[in-house]
């Protein structure tokens, strides 16, 4: 998560109350759509300012708990053949590990394992200083691993995954404080596929994905055209996108797997929202316990599960995450409580997600 990002987001959130466009009490249609009209106008005159002002390149929507009020993408996604639109796939990057927290949950809910559970219960060969390690742990990036268990795009098998981070020494003792950690969120998705018996994609798409709608998301499970991929221009690896590189990795992608390299669309990630929000994919306790502020990060943010929190004494929870990979950068910006929801990506260097989800974010309050 990006220091930064966050110290101008806790300024936004002082400077103004939170008076969201959900929450909004209309006594007739006509009302309705005034306001929402006005929404509207407000927001294409931020989204054109990003663009005509700051080069903004990618995707954008903005949902309440029923559904998309606000769409814009703009820019190419490989020059000169295709451009962004609403159903473009984009490298979600981190925020991808809330469908590995959403999995485990699931597996709670399934009655196949619990939160507290300690690692070894699901890994072999788990060393003594690694012995104590809980799911809850892994989830809260209290387990005390270093962040990478190597290079994205170095193959990796799942046996090997697991023997080589049980070997490193833990950066901090377990339990002690929060460190994010890729390495965490793989062995979700190790145990994900012990538990399950299935693979970790196809446990997300029949769990979580597919009753929710969104056929465009996973990894590699998805039927896409390249021509409609984002393409970096600079190659990272000899890849232009992370679909590419995923599928060179042969099955070999644990130092990706759980914690990044899910590829979505701004159109499922509105389906997701709503989901959520109706309780199709996950009871209202389970998501009551990722979006706990479970452990402090910095500058007054907390983690819960696969998500980051920001609590307001008096006002609603932010809950969010971003990501960034060489391949993309997304923000996914939610207020559970009053139904609103933001996504923002691009596959753009100098594009910055972030400040264009925190204006939409700010412009929802008045």
Do not use: C
């Amino acid at each position: 998560m990006k220091t930064t990002s966050k110290v101008y987001l806790i300024l936004s959130l002082i400077l103004s109350p939170i008076t969201l466009f959900a929450n909004v009490q209309v006594t007739n249609k006509a009302t309705a759509t005034v306001i929402f009209n006005n929404v509207k106008d407000n927001l294409n005159e931020i989204v054109a300012e990003h663009i005509n002002k700051k080069g903004f390149e990618g995707t954008i929507i903005v949902s309440n708990e029923s559904g998309a009020i606000y769409k814009r993408s703009h820019g190419e996604v490989i020059e000169d053949i295709a451009k962004y639109d609403s159903s473009t796939p984009v490298d979600i990057a981190s925020v991808s590990k809330q469908f590995t927290a959403a999995a485990i949950m699931k597996l709670v809910e399934q009655g196949k394992l619990n939160i507290q559970d300690p690692i070894s219960k699901y890994i072999k060969g788990i060393p003594k200083d690694k012995s104590s390690i809980s799911i809850h742990n892994l989830l809260t990036n209290t387990a005390g691993f270093k962040r990478h268990s190597g290079r994205d795009e170095n193959k990796l098998s799942k046996d090997e995954f697991a023997r080589k981070v049980m070997k490193l020494p833990l950066a901090f003792q377990v339990g002690e404080k929060y460190h994010y950690s890729n390495i965490g969120y793989g062995l979700l998705a190790y145990i994900v596929e012990e538990t399950s018996g299935v693979d970790f994609e196809t446990y997300l798409y029949e769990n979580l994905l597919k009753p929710s709608g969104m056929h465009s998301t996973g990894y590699l499970r998805p039927t896409r055209s390249k021509k409609t991929i984002p393409e970096i221009k600079d190659k990272y690896a000899g890849f232009g996108n992370g679909i590419e590189m995923f599928s060179g990795l042969d099955g070999n992608h644990w130092n990706i797997l759980g914690g990044g390299g899910i590829y979505s669309t701004a159109e499922d990630m509105q389906r997701w929202h709503t989901a959520l929000m109706a309780g199709n994919v996950l009871s209202p306790a389970s998501q009551a316990l990722m979006y706990k502020p479970h452990v402090p990060e910095e500058d007054g943010y907390y983690y819960g599960y696969g998500w980051s929190i920001l609590p307001k004494e008096g006002k609603e929870n932010l809950v969010w995450h971003n990501g960034f990979s060489f391949f993309g950068k997304a923000e996914y910006w939610r207020l559970p409580e009053s139904g609103m929801m933001i996504f923002v990506a691009s596959h753009k260097r100098n594009v910055s997600p972030w400040h264009v989800a925190n204006d939409i974010y700010n412009a929802l309050q008045r």
